[in-house]
């Protein structure tokens, strides 16, 4: 049985893994997973925020603490 792991599955509702680079889930556009800048969305995308987004350091993040916690 698997078991979901929260801030994993509040991530992926925003973002997709796509090789070696995350898309946002509403507009497409793409950044490398080694790109420590902001992640810069379309134009006229509901997810462009006035704060900036990083979603590689996040995701680096929660991994980290999926994998202190012993869950990974």
Known sequence: MSVTYLP???WNKHWILDGSRVRCRLCGSA?????AGAFS???GCKARSVKAQYPSQELASILHQKIQSGLF
């Open 8 to 10: 994993l599955e509040a």
């Open 41 to 43: 969305h379309a134009l």
């Open 31 to 35: 950044q490398g997973l080694t790109d």
